[in-house]
């Protein structure tokens, strides 16, 4: 099992920035390929981007890319999801997930947060 607890949600204004945390713990979570995912009022839930396991692989949505950058501190046992240029449409529950690799599909995914609040004002 791996435990997994995100932090840094909040109400920011459009074009603002955030950064979220996400520690893991249990069994051996440096060996998993980490990512986050969100979910909007009334939408499915969505890959964000992801990180492989060596930390030196990242993969993003289209709608995130150049804004958003995902990153893991092993030692730590930690990964961030810096996002910049905040718009009205990045407002959702954010999500921290772990897997045997890296997954786009919420159905692949092997382990999930219990999320954070991100929203964005106009």
């Known amino acids: 099992q791996v435990q997994l607890v995100e932090s840094g949600g909040g109400v920011v204004q459009t074009g603002g920035r955030l950064r979220l945390s996400c520690a893991a713990s249990?069994?051996?979570?440096?060996?998993?390929?980490m990512g986050w995912f969100r979910q909007g009022a009334g939408t499915e839930r969505e890959f964000v981007a992801a990180i492989n396991y060596r930390g030196d692989a990242t993969h993003y949505a289209d709608s995130v890319k150049g804004r958003f950058t995902i990153s893991r501190d092993n030692a730590k046992n930690t990964i961030y999801l810096r996002m910049n240029s905040l718009k009205p449409e990045d407002t959702g529950i954010y999500y921290c997930t772990a897997s045997v690799v890296v997954v786009r599909s919420s159905g692949s995914v092997d382990y999930w947060g219990q999320g954070t609040r991100v929203t964005v004002s106009s």
């Open positions: 249990g069994r051996t979570p440096e060996n998993y390929a």
